[in-house]
């Protein structure tokens, strides 16, 4: 068994290792399959810490493998682009792109899934069976998702487990439900048609503003 002293100086070493990851990927945002200078970083930290990363036709984003033994196939997610939107917090980590940050907190998300890839790596032997980390790009398009399906990389999965990060939550503590938990993103268009008529006469008329803004 490993020392305690020696447990609490790695795990004190990951900390300040997943600390200066979310801060790196925070100064460099990429918005949605823009992500290459991510999905570089992820490449090279994960083969630090010697996790393999599967050959799947993905432009950006990835899906890396722990565990080798013949048993259920799980995997973690997590997403990876950022927002079009100006960073104005000042923070000595801020981004550096005009007009691009995770002003959603995907580089936190991105840095627990890979301190989870590599706690589950210094237990691999372990496991039962193997676990995928799933490094997911365009989640704010809504069809990041449809990329990293078609790529074949998830199709022996049995389970995927994700979770967002939630500021008002007190640290240390996580919220979850049965069912339907967060909204999902999506659009759509509404064409309203009025009939015009005098400003005297209204009741004459249909007000398409006034229908849509209903």
């Known amino acids: ?13 990951l900390e300040q290792h997943l ?14 399959y823009e992500e290459f200078k991510t999905t570089d970083k992820l490449r090279t930290w994960l083969a630090g810490a010697h996790i393999s990363v599967l050959d799947l ?7 890396a493998q722990v565990g080798q033994n013949e048993g259920p196939v799980v995997a973690i997610r997590c997403d990876i682009d950022a927002l079009p939107v100006e960073e104005q917090t000042g923070l000595p980590f801020a981004s550096e792109i005009p007009g691009k940050m995770h ?12 301190g989870a890839a590599m706690l589950l790596k210094a237990r691999e032997a372990e496991l039962p069976g193997k676990v995928k980390i799933l490094f997911q790009p365009a989640e704010e398009t809504g069809h990041g998702a449809e990329s990293v399906l078609a790529s074949g990389g998830l199709g022996d999965v ?27 993103v999506d659009r759509f268009e509404i064409s309203v048609e009025g009939i015009g008529a005098h ?7 249909v007000d398409a503003i006034v229908t849509a803004a209903q």
């Open 19 to 32: 600390i200066d990851v979310r801060r790196s990927l925070h100064r460099e945002p990429e918005l949605s």
């Open 57 to 63: 036709p993905l432009p950006t984003g990835l899906i």
């Open 199 to 205: 400003a005297a006469t209204p009741e004459n008329g």
């Open 1 to 13: 068994m490993m020392p305690v002293k020696l447990q609490d100086e790695m795990m004190q070493a």
């Open 158 to 184: 049995a389970a995927i487990f994700g979770l967002h990060n939630s500021p008002e939550l007190p640290t240390g503590s996580f919220g979850t439900r049965t069912g339907p938990l967060t909204a999902g």
């Open 103 to 114: 002003a959603c907190g995907h580089d936190f998300h991105t840095a627990v899934i890979l």
